[in-house]
């Protein structure tokens, strides 16, 4: 899930016409991670082909990324490549809850709770080899560029920033924050309206945008210290200092100064902590990378969609309209550029 220091943010809500003409770094593994958990039927299962392949990803690339190009903003997908060794223990113990969450939601269809097996069902989403190649050859179809990442995505997103080739981060985690993004957007590709946990309540929802810049200077810290904060609360790759939460942590780093200084105070220790913030202050990224924008391929994605996974022809087709309509309103997708 990334680290939590949202509490502590300031974050300004936008509506989608703000982010009209802009170039968006998306982390692909969390948006797709996303449509696997959201998209799915009245029992929890997941959209399907006759084959048994996932197709709740594709439904959600196609339909979400119609209806952002029909507000011109523009998205390129950031893949994640292989994981620090550091990350380990936290892959094993969200396979662990994942294998839970799926003994619950089969226990729950037993006993007819279909709505508690849906939530336990959203906790068993699983990235495959299929799940990935799937989305990137989507993804080309549409016209939509994707970047191949050496490590974490959201690391490579933000350096995609940086360098200006795109204007913000996309996605729900704040890590990219401490790899340096100057602007996160988060709730981009959700919908309008969010279920409430444990209740049938729903909470609307809209994009917000987090500046960096802004909010290191409101809290009065530097990006590093920001990345202390964090290890305190728990990381990826560590699991943080017990009753330490974000609030706490920036006290305590505005008066000791650094990580270092308040783990020497509480006499507590953080294994590999150096090594830990370089992940974030200075992360394996790329400059091998290309970001254009093609015209989508609408042939290729009747024959992918329609023949080979079974959608409803009548329903990629109107998805498809607005790629058409957009294309056909300006003199070529190439101008997004």
């Known amino acids: 899930m990334g680290v939590d220091i949202g509490k502590i943010l300031k974050v300004k809500e936008m509506g989608l016409d703000h982010l009209s003409d802009r170039i968006i770094a998306m982390d692909a593994y969390n948006i797709i991670y996303q449509f696997l958990a959201s998209i799915r ?24 990324n119609a209806n952002l190009l029909e507000n011109d903003i523009k998205l390129v997908y950031v893949f994640d490549g292989e994981p620090d060794v ?80 795109a204007w913000a981060v996309g996605g729900q985690d704040y890590d990219s924050l401490l790899c340096g993004a100057p602007r996160l957007i988060r709730n981009l590709t959700i919908s309008g309206r969010r279920k409430l946990p444990g209740k049938n309540k729903y909470k609307k929802i809209q994009p917000e945008m987090i500046s960096l810049q802004d909010n290191l200077n409101e809290l009065d810290i530097t990006r590093e210290q920001l990345v202390d904060i964090a290890l305190l609360c728990g990381t990826d790759y560590n699991d943080g200092i017990k009753g330490i939460g974000p609030k706490r942590g920036i006290k305590k780093i505005k008066k ?3 990580l270092e200084a308040v783990l020497d105070s509480i006499q507590e220790d953080i294994n590999n902590a150096e090594a830990i ?19 989508p391929d609408f042939e290729g994605m009747i024959s992918f969609l329609c023949d080979e996974r079974e959608f409803s022809e009548s329903r990629v087709k109107s998805a498809l309209e607005k790629f058409e309509n957009k294309r056909t309103s300006q003199s070529d997708l190439l101008s997004f550029t």
């Open 256 to 258: 000791h100064g650094s």
């Open 277 to 295: 913030k370089k992940l974030f202050l200075d992360p394996k990224v790329t400059d091998d990378y290309k970001i254009e924008f093609q015209s």
């Open 41 to 64: 039927q009245r029992d929890g299962t997941p959209l399907m082909d006759s084959n048994q392949n996932i197709t709740s990803h594709l439904s959600g690339l196609l339909y979400r």
């Open 86 to 165: 550091m990350k380990e223990g936290t892959l094993e113990k969200r396979l662990e809850r994942k294998q839970e969450a799926k003994k619950e939601y089969e226990k729950a269809l037993e006993e007819g709770d279909m709505e508690k097996a849906r939530s336990k069902a959203q906790q068993t989403s699983r990235m495959s080899p299929d799940i990935v190649k799937g989305s990137k050859r989507l993804l080309e179809l549409m016209g939509i560029p994707w970047v191949q990442a050496p490590a974490e995505g959201e690391a490579q997103a933000a350096h995609i920033v940086i360098k200006g080739d």
